[in-house]
């Protein structure tokens, strides 16, 4: 940890996306932490309210 204070909610997502995991490997990488593609389904559906649709394009 760099001791930095996050102020905002993108700061903090950043630094924890930036932390090695307990096992020191980059959270993504790392088997025992990375989330399971069941675990991926449930956040999209949880937070698939919260996305706004895409705007539609004007045609050519």
């Keep these: 940890m760099s001791g930095r ?8 997502f950043q630094a924890g996306w930036d932390e090695p995991c307990d096992h020191g490997l980059d959270p993504g990488e790392c088997s025992a932490c990375c989330l399971t593609d069941a675990e991926i389904a449930r956040l999209v559906l949880l937070l698939s309210d919260l996305a706004s649709p895409a705007p539609e394009r004007a045609a050519a």
């Design 5 to 12: 204070i996050c102020r905002t909610a993108d700061e903090a």
